[in-house]
């Protein structure tokens, strides 16, 4: 049995629920990813649990999960007893298996760097951003036993993001892949750029709400759920 916890926002609640209908949700609390594993489990005859948590919550940190706030809860405030009433990393995998985690798509607002990196400044941009993923994967590591999967940039539609905005989340983006992902450690990248790029630079419109709201549809969400889903269990299963 493994123990798998999701931290999200608002985008990762879009596929957490998936295509379910938003009223059964609110009756039942089950959507799409939650009916998979109750699938999963059925046919494989396992008992692996999976629960969301915001992360971190609007009141007393903030509505912000940016590279800088993980870095800032995580490693800079990390021990043994919760940062702002938020779980540390301590915490968190003392109880978990799994951690997932994510970033909401104003984190593709992107600024240009200044040639000054700063690991402990707010501010987005890329310079900034690998500090503290490098920092993040350091801490990570420290938890051999626990496997991490992150999520690749969400970006904006391009009604709501500069091109050159798009093209730094672009480069930041590969820069995870190519160069800050190493081989056979405990941290794995689930690739939601691509399923909502397709290929481009922007969040495609038929994604999106509608080309001024970057959150995903319900179409869109509905479709990668499942994508999601067999990602995680195929971690469980093969360190894939």
Known sequence: MKKIIFLHHSTGASVWVGKTNKYIYKLTKRGDVVKYFARYNRE??????????LFPRSSPYGWNNYPFDYYNIWVKNGGGT??????????????????????????????????KPDINSDEKKIENYKLQYNALKARMHDFPATKFILWTPAVCTKNQMTEDEAKRTQSFYRWILDEWKEKDDNIFIWDYYSYET??????????????????PNKEFSGRVAPLFCKF???VIENGY
Request: hydrophobic share 30%.
């Open 198 to 215: 397709e290929g481009g630079l922007y969040l495609l419109d038929k994604n999106a709400v509608s080309s001024e709201n970057s959150h």
């Open 232 to 234: 995680i269990t195929d």
């Open 82 to 115: 919760s940062y702002m009433n938020e779980p540390t990393l301590e915490k968190l995998t003392s109880e978990y298996d799994i951690i997932i985690f994510k970033h909401c798509f104003p984190g593709s607002r992107i600024a240009e760097d200044t040639g």
């Open 44 to 53: 494989k005859k396992t008992s692996h649990s999976i629960q969301e948590l």
